[in-house]
């Protein structure tokens, strides 16, 4: 019997998704569209955000440029309630990106540089379709 419960505990976090994320970055989970600075001006970005096994959050994105492009998100790093560092990375290099969460609004706001998030370089997005129930 007392191995049972030992096998139990052990294999319990095993089992269970790795939920480690605050609740704002949960309910980022899903698909986003919003403007991005890329080359010399605006265009259309689709992102989709996803929790990690080891609890944190990834995802990718799609620009619509004259010659669409795919890129990731990963490296996520809490800096602040609802704000997060990720790395991205495209076929244009790698660098970092700034993102504030603020999912009660159906939105997040960020910004994004080459070795550092620069200012003014939007990254943002709005929901697109209903809110993610996990």
Not at 67 to 96: H, S, V
Not at 123 to 133: L, T
């Amino acid at each position: 019997m007392l191995a049972r419960i030992f096998a139990i505990l052990v294999l319990f976090p095993v089992t269970q998704p790795a939920f480690g994320l605050d609740a704002c970055f949960v309910e980022s989970v899903g698909s986003w569209r919003g403007p991005v600075w890329n080359g010399s001006g605006i265009q259309t970005m689709d992102t989709k955000l996803h929790a990690e096994p080891d609890g944190t959050l990834a995802g990718s994105y799609h620009i619509d440029d004259s010659e669409p492009f795919d890129g990731t998100l990963t490296g996520f790093r809490q800096t602040g309630d609802c704000e997060a560092d990720f790395t991205w990375k495209d076929r244009f290099g790698t660098g970092a990106v700034h993102i504030r969460f603020e999912p009660d609004l159906g939105r997040f706001l960020g910004y994004w540089g080459t070795a550092v998030p620069i200012f003014g370089l939007i990254f943002d997005g709005y929901r697109v379709g209903p809110p993610i129930v996990s």
